[in-house]
């Protein structure tokens, strides 16, 4: 897979950042949903996302 095919789709990857208000806890979620995204997921994986 090339470079610029990895890039495409990390564009396509949506994080979502809750923050709970009973404790102020801050929660973070990246959904890898499609195939595509996950199949770049060990990537993240590797990264520690």
Not at 4 to 26: C, E, F, H, S
């Amino acid at each position: 897979m090339s470079v610029d095919t990895v890039i495409q789709i990390a564009k396509t990857i949506t994080t979502i950042i809750l923050r709970l208000p009973m404790n102020g806890m801050i929660i973070e979620k990246t959904m890898m949903l499609t195939p595509e995204q996950q199949s770049i997921k060990p990537l993240f994986d590797h990264l520690g996302v």
